[in-house]
């Protein structure tokens, strides 16, 4: 543990020194919410007002949009040689990834936060309960773990910073091509089916569904929590496996 917090004290200065991941974690999200809330939202029927409908998509995009960094930052370990001047020192290996994770954990949380607060201010009012509330927090977090440890697992399998944050873009690109947006049943064939079955509609039907007071059924709650579940699993199995191969 705590080997595991010096390391993420480590990765914090390094994402604060960048500035593009800083924009790309945090602000970019917010720019994407604006400009589809005030520029492009009006043109879409939804059911509702949009901002209300747009914001649980938001908050998994801006999960999302901090993933290559992480990525990129786990390969510029393993390729730039810091873990061979770990292993000669009392340090935990395992506390390298633990604390990416982490890392990445903590700054989508900060994220998350900074989008709800520009939703309130532009008109987003969920009608959810206090524990509605703690039910969103909750598949939020496991989300962003579970996207943290394919991340890192992706960064791993890498062979450099540059095709590791290439690696990112399907999961950065994924949640566009769901319910984020707009309905999934308002695409064209194919595009349809493809929202419908793939991890985020689930996962973005079932937060909306929380926010809005109105829990979604059973069976897409379920869905999310196998899919969260399922994706935090290969990533950390995937990752032990790589870095004991690499490190």
Not at 12 to 30: E, G, Q, S, W, Y
Not at 205 to 233: D, F, H, K, M, Y
């Amino acid at each position: 543990m705590s080997n595991s917090t010096t390391m993420l004290g480590r990765n914090f200065k390094h994402t604060v020194r960048n500035p593009v991941a800083v924009f790309n974690a945090i602000l970019l999200p917010i720019v994407l919410l604006l400009m589809f809330v005030f520029v492009i939202g009006g043109a879409f029927d939804v059911g509702e007002k949009y901002i209300d409908y747009a914001t649980p998509g938001m908050i998994i995009l801006a999960i999302c949009y901090g993933l290559s960094a992480t990525a990129t930052a786990v390969n510029s370990d393993m390729t730039k040689g810091i873990i061979n001047r770990f292993k000669v020192m009392d340090i935990s290996r395992s506390a390298v990834l633990v604390a990416h994770v982490a890392e990445t954990l903590l700054r989508s949380l900060i994220a998350v936060a900074a989008i709800i607060g520009v939703a309130f201010a532009v008109g987003f009012r969920p009608d959810a309960s206090f524990a509605e509330w703690l039910g969103a927090i909750g598949l939020i977090v496991l989300v962003s773990f579970a996207t943290s440890w394919i991340t890192v697992a992706l960064g791993l399998f890498a062979k450099t910073p540059e095709s590791a944050g290439m690696a990112c873009v399907p999961l950065i690109m994924l949640p566009f091509l769901s319910s984020a947006i707009v309905p999934a049943a308002t695409m064209g064939a194919g595009v349809r089916q493809f929202a419908e079955y793939q991890p985020f509609t689930p996962i973005i039907e079932t937060l909306r569904g929380l926010l809005a007071g109105e829990p979604a059924s059973t069976s897409s709650a379920v869905q999310a929590i196998v899919w969260c579940v399922g994706i935090a699993a290969i990533g950390f199995v995937w990752s032990l496996s790589t870095f004991k191969k690499r490190a």
